[in-house]
């Protein structure tokens, strides 16, 4: 029914910042969980950052002190605001809402970090 849209990857230094964002319908969104996670060729799905229905934030460890985790009600939108970014980092960031016992996924955005 509901499929979260990711933007804002791309191709990006190490060392340099991105901002991708997740946007979706604003009555799910406002209430839903957003978890952000990403994948790497290879390498199982992992788990990013979450932002609560009420703003309280969770952290990967090897993303801590980088990343910052938000999101705008108003406007329907999170962000994942990348800063210091390493090569390890790359991988497509997939968007997650959850509401109602179930989790809607958007079909990622592409980040890449070149060394």
């Known amino acids: 029914q509901v499929q979260p849209v990711e933007s804002g990857g791309g191709l990006v230094q190490a060392g340099g910042s991105l901002r991708p964002s997740c946007v979706a319908s604003?009555?799910?969104?406002?209430?839903?969980?957003l978890g952000w996670y990403r994948q790497a060729p290879g390498k199982q799905r992992e788990l990013v950052a979450v932002?609560?229905?009420?703003?309280?934030?969770n952290y990967a460890n090897y993303v801590k002190g980088r990343f910052t985790n938000s999101r705008d009600n108003a406007k329907n939108t999170a962000y994942l605001e990348m800063t210091s970014v390493k090569p390890e980092d790359s991988a497509v960031y997939y968007c997650?809402?959850?509401?109602?016992?179930?989790?809607?996924w958007g079909q990622g955005t592409q980040v890449t970090v070149s060394s």
């Open positions: 604003g009555i799910i969104f406002s209430i839903a969980t």
């Open positions: 932002i609560s229905s009420g703003g309280s934030t």
């Open positions: 997650s809402l959850g509401v109602a016992f179930r989790n809607y």
